[in-house]
């Protein structure tokens, strides 16, 4: 289902209802019905997967823009052998740690604070919908291969420009012209304020400390941000997830006007889709019975954390 079918569909829906003011969010709704249902459920299609090269003396290192809180696993290669990292509560790990100076088996990862400071700030970035090239009279070597944000910013008659808080990854940068996204801008027309690793940036911490400088190091699997549904033709990453998310809008619809039982109602309907998709994907797990779960070579979690001690 494209955005312009599940424009259609949320039109239908709202007239039934007979609540003229759907209309005016519904765009807004429908991304934010996506969005909540990649946060609330499994999306298989929303997996990303990116290298990331270990620093020597250096454990926080920078999670990708569009990184949605979940992760599938955490690889760490030294050059002697490739293991997948534990995931261990930062405050624990710490208090490990906190005397050995010296221990320098990286094993367990944690997120922590997010970077804090923009790398920079370019200003007069011009995007154009559904196009991977911004111009940029201020672009510089440095941006290469970092993420970029762009602050929203009025039209020429003071009408609001929004380009969304989605990143975009820089993959090639033309000194004073403008860059290459990853991926085609969407949203709006215009001249924005581009940032490019955001502060607001998260970050994962490891333990122990890696001693050299490794290429690709790190490899990490995660769950990402769905894109911005914006034109007629863009559809959800997972496509037949479109009419659980027009049920999801309304019922962000009914909580808008504060009418909990019919929100009840329609998420109940999302979830229902959701739940039905769910029990397709879910039919090769009978086909597996003797899958081992969880490390084979070592116990995970707290008590792996003294017993490398």
Not at 18 to 45: H, Q, T
Not at 124 to 130: I, P
Request: proline residues 5%.
């Amino acid at each position: 289902m494209n955005f312009y079918e599940m424009r259609l569909e949320f039109d239908r829906i709202h007239r039934s209802i007979g609540d003229a003011s759907f209309e005016a969010y519904r765009d807004v709704w429908l991304n934010a019905a996506w969005e909540k249902i990649s946060e609330m459920f499994v999306v298989p299609p929303l997996k990303r997967q990116v290298s990331i090269s270990s620093v020597a003396d250096q454990n926080k290192y920078l999670l990708p823009y569009d990184f949605n809180g979940a992760e599938v696993y955490l690889w760490y290669d030294d050059g002697t052998g490739r293991k997948r990292l534990d995931p261990v509560e930062e405050e624990v790990a710490a208090l490990c740690f906190e005397d050995d100076d010296e221990y320098n088996d990286v094993r367990f990862y944690d997120y922590t604070e997010p970077i804090g400071s923009d790398l920079a700030e370019r200003a007069e970035c011009g995007l154009t919908n559904n196009s991977a090239t911004v111009t940029c009279t201020t672009a510089a070597t440095a941006d290469d291969g970092h993420w970029i944000r762009f602050d929203p910013n009025l039209d020429d008659v003071d009408n609001p420009l929004n380009p969304g808080d989605y990143g975009y990854r820089i993959t090639a940068v033309e000194v004073g012209v403008g860059y290459t996204l990853d991926r085609a801008y969407r949203g709006p027309d215009g001249t924005y304020t581009g940032r490019v690793r955001p502060s607001e940036q998260q970050q994962l911490v490891v333990y122990g400390t890696p001693q050299e400088a490794v290429t690709d190091a790190f490899t990490l699997k995660y769950y990402a941000r769905p894109r911005r549904l914006y034109n007629n033709a863009d559809v959800p990453e997972f496509p037949a997830m479109g009419l659980a998310c027009v049920f999801m809008a309304i019922s962000i619809g009914y909580d808008y006007l504060q009418d909990d039982a019919g929100a009840k109602v329609w998420f109940g309907r999302a979830a229902s889709k959701i739940t039905n998709l769910k029990n397709r994907m879910k039919a090769k797990d009978r086909l597996v019975t003797d899958l081992t779960v969880g490390s084979t070579t070592r116990r995970t979690g707290l008590p792996s954390v003294r017993s490398y001690k």
